[in-house]
């Protein structure tokens, strides 16, 4: 019974009452501190931090005393490093221009295993096929760009994930169809390409399962989880040729897919779509069950969400509970929270925050969710 109970502490999986994550926006300075409430059922607003930038994606350090966020600056390739000391303490320390691209930045990730290194890529913009790496002191602060690199002519990166063993990093090429592999220099953290796969839609974002053995991509055209393997030797990530709809509409003119991400154990897999290209329509958000390499074993409901999500409807797993999960809302501006049913055949709300962004209506709060408790 000791070993189980250490065990479950160790993946995070106990609740504590209250958890707090970090909420950031499309167009304003601001950066939101939420806390949850598990035994209450109730989310509340614990700080509004204003930051130099806007920060589309957010993204902790190993070891949670270091955010780093991309940044809503035009014509420059930037990513910004905030110093973590609580919840409510969030400080500004870098911006850091990486990578040979002159656009905006869409999304940032940090390696958890050494030499923690940050990598970032941008979106908009002609120039907009490269990504940047960069280094971080012994505090976690980003201090420079070591790694500038290209994908190819046509390609638009969105989201970017990491081996469990920090040896690849994978990339959502968008507009190329494509899922880059990059195996990592474990000393530098600079990258070498290992090939690409051509994908049969648009991989928006994807996600790595902790055994190292499969990957998933959210295909944002077909509204779809792609899955791929993962090569033990060479870590390149081939498409298996399976794939899933997240669609809890018929109407696939009416969506495009949002986000893939998984539990904290790497037992569940969420994915999210976006009502955003017809007025009124509602998003969606699936779950799946997965087996313990990693592959898919069910997919256990496909269920509307409150709204299309805007921009956004972004699904963030919790760290505490594989039941628990936010949706992310830009369209209003909103946080909800969400559990999953006793048979885990459908979700549902029981805690609403609304964070309505009046200085930039529909491009202020909310873009993504980090949970830090």
Excluded at 42 to 66: M, R
Excluded at 174 to 199: E, F, N
Excluded at 284 to 300: C, E, N, R, W
Excluded at 304 to 309: A, D, L, Q, V
């Amino acid at each position: 019974m000791l070993f189980l109970y250490l065990l479950i502490h160790s993946l995070g999986l106990v609740k504590a009452a209250k958890h707090q994550l970090f909420t950031s926006t499309y167009g304003t300075p601001f950066i939101y501190t939420v806390e949850f409430d598990d035994e209450a059922n109730t989310l509340k607003l614990l700080a509004n931090t204003s930051v130099p930038a806007a920060s589309q994606w957010l993204v902790l350090s190993h070891d949670k005393k270091n955010l780093y966020g991309t940044s809503t600056t035009d014509k420059r390739t930037e990513f910004l490093s905030y110093a973590v000391t609580s919840p409510t303490s969030i400080k500004y320390k870098t911006t850091t221009v990486a990578g040979t691209c002159a656009a905006r930045t869409i999304h940032v990730d940090a390696l958890q295993v050494p030499p923690y290194t940050v990598y970032g890529v941008p979106w908009y913009g002609a120039d907009n096929n490269c990504g940047g790496v960069m280094a971080v002191d012994d505090q976690g602060v980003i201090v420079k760009s070591v790694q500038n690199y290209t994908y190819s002519p046509g390609s638009a990166l969105h989201g970017l994930a990491f081996h469990p063993e920090g040896t690849f990093m994978y990339s959502a090429d968008l507009k190329g169809k494509k899922l880059w592999t990059h195996a990592i220099d474990r000393a530098t953290g600079k990258l070498t390409l290992v090939t690409s796969d051509k994908s049969h839609g648009e991989p928006r974002h994807v996600s790595v399962h902790p055994k190292g053995k499969y990957a998933y991509a959210m295909l944002e055209d077909t509204n779809e989880v792609s899955v791929y393997s993962i090569d033990s030797t060479t870590g390149a990530a081939k498409y298996t040729g399976k794939s899933h709809s997240v669609l809890s509409s018929k109407d696939k003119t009416a969506h495009r897919a949002a986000t893939v991400r998984l539990s904290a154990s790497g037992n569940m897999l969420y994915a999210t779509t976006r009502g955003s290209r017809t007025p009124g329509a509602k998003g969606s958000v699936s779950a799946f069950t997965l087996k313990a390499d990693g592959s898919i074993a069910s997919q256990d409901f496909i269920i509307p969400t409150t709204t299309g999500g805007g921009g956004a409807n972004q699904v963030a797993p919790t760290i505490f509970d594989d039941n628990y999960f936010a949706i992310i809302d830009s369209g209003t501006g909103f946080i909800e929270m969400w559990k999953r049913n006793k048979d885990g055949a459908g979700a549902a709300v029981i805690a609403h925050l609304d964070l309505a962004d009046s200085t930039r209506p529909g491009n202020g709060c909310c873009s993504n969710a980090v949970w830090y408790s």
